[in-house]
């Protein structure tokens, strides 16, 4: 952790310099959160950012660290590091939009209870949305942590979904909205080269696989029908399922 009484002769730069680089890069986290609906920031981004007039090599590491204890002490939020882990198949060739997958980035997490936050913070707008992600992650989850992209639209086309359809009345570009998943780190896309060609799979990537995301799907998938019964519903309250 950054110690503010850290003696920043080290680096050359002032207290002030400090403190404007570690508020510069908690703004950079908070607006990219906002703007890309919660996407991935990579660390090389945040180093960028100190680097640009400073060339300490160890002054990205502790600007970063001194914004991760200002994210959860003055605004209720986990800046968590993601590191991609190799797709559980050895016989594959990574998607070019993931070259740079294994490279270290950060989303941030409200630390807020799960009440507190559905009352007073979540948006009613983008409900939606992350009842879309539940059922996503949970299609995945059931057949294994990993799925073909043909049998995830098999599962999404019974809810009316499709991947041809950029005009859902609710989601948009449905595919797109699958993408952001991925980008989110939700999921993990991979091509698994075989016998009879290439074939695009979805992995359960490091947010799904997180201790609470993970134990709330494996609560619903316990309860068997109900669960069925709990995504139908969300669907159908917010009319995702085409008549």
């Known amino acids: 952790m950054a110690n503010s009484g850290e003696d920043f002769s080290q680096f050359e730069i002032s207290k002030e ?19 890309n609906s919660g996407c991935a920031i990579k660390r090389e981004e945040l180093s960028q950012l100190v680097t640009k007039n400073y060339r300490h090599r160890s002054l990205p590491a502790f600007v970063i660290n001194e914004a991760k204890d200002k994210l959860s002490t003055i605004f209720g939020y986990e800046l968590r590091e993601l590191q991609r882990s190799r797709p559980s198949s050895t016989n594959h060739a990574r998607l070019s939009q993931q070259s740079g997958a294994d490279a270290k980035s950060y989303v941030i997490i409200s630390q807020l209870p799960a009440e507190v936050y559905r009352k007073y913070v979540e ?7 992350t009842g879309f992600t539940f059922v996503v992650i949970s299609i995945v989850h059931l057949a294994g942590g990993k799925i073909a992209e043909e049998n995830l639209w098999h599962h999404l086309k019974r809810m009316g979904l499709h991947a041809t359809d950029e005009n859902h009345p609710v989601l948009g570009n449905v595919k797109q909205v699958v993408e952001t998943l991925v980008q989110q780190r939700y999921l993990q896309k991979d091509k698994v080269i075989g016998p009879e060609g290439n074939t695009l799979f979805y992995e359960l990537a490091e947010r799904a696989l997180d201790g609470p995301v993970c134990e709330r799907i494996k609560q619903y998938i316990s309860q068997g029908s109900l669960f069925l019964a709990d995504c139908e519903e969300r669907y159908c309250h917010h009319g995702y399922i085409k008549p």
């Open 17 to 35: 310099e400090k403190d404007k680089l570690v508020a510069e890069v908690i703004r950079y986290i908070l607006f990219k959160t906002h703007q």
């Open 123 to 129: 948006d009613v707008n983008t409900s939606h949305l």
